[in-house]
């Protein structure tokens, strides 16, 4: 379970705007939910195979103290790492994770939060069908560019990006001011032409991450940005923003 623990901050709190996610699992799949504090980016999330001990609906708060305490080296090795569980309204449901090191003489526990409260903060989002303008893996190289162009425009808070022939271009600024562009993707399928904005440093974490990914950008207002970390498969949603 700590591999999956681990995963899960990983790709929610180490990205700097997710702090709150809910679990929701049983014997056939264990999905994750979080959404961004202002409200930037929503995560979609989905183990590759159930986690036996993630079984019921609630929240995992302050991944803070979570983090803090998964590195502790006191649980490195041979830790005992078990779900802690109390009965409510008839039925045994999780209540926390429970830390004890080998020796026993190092203990922790980290609390969840019940599922009617995460539910009333967490409601869960259904994104309508839309149609990807551009669906692609990134390269290793064109991320690195993108992260070059944010260094040198580090007062724009968003990019645009757009399709010109084959090419999928990021702008960042205006005329107005100091501009950059770039092509961040050559030979792309599709078309992107509205123009819509978006948000440089949760795009540039999300890409950060270790593993499989792949970006979707619609028309419609919508880019999704799936990481397959190996443990599990994490869809972040992004709204787009009017420039």
Known sequence: MKDYLLDIVQHTHNLGFIDLVKVTGDDKSTKIEGLAEDRSVILQAETHAPVADLIGTFGMPNLDKLSIILKIPEYQENANITINTQERNGANVPVGIHFENASGDFVNDY??????????????????????????????????????????????????AKTEGTDLKFYFGDQSTHAGEFVFEAGVQGDLKRGWAWPVEQVSKILGLAGDTRIKFSDDGVGEITVDSGLAVYRYLLPAQSK
């Open 111 to 160: 609390r969840f939060m019940a599922s009617e409260i995460v539910n009333d903060k967490l409601k869960s989002v259904t994104m309508k069908t839309v149609p990807w303008g551009v669906d692609f893996e990134p390269s290793v190289a064109s991320v690195q560019r993108f992260k070059f162009m944010i260094s040198a425009n580090s007062d724009e808070t968003t990019f645009v």
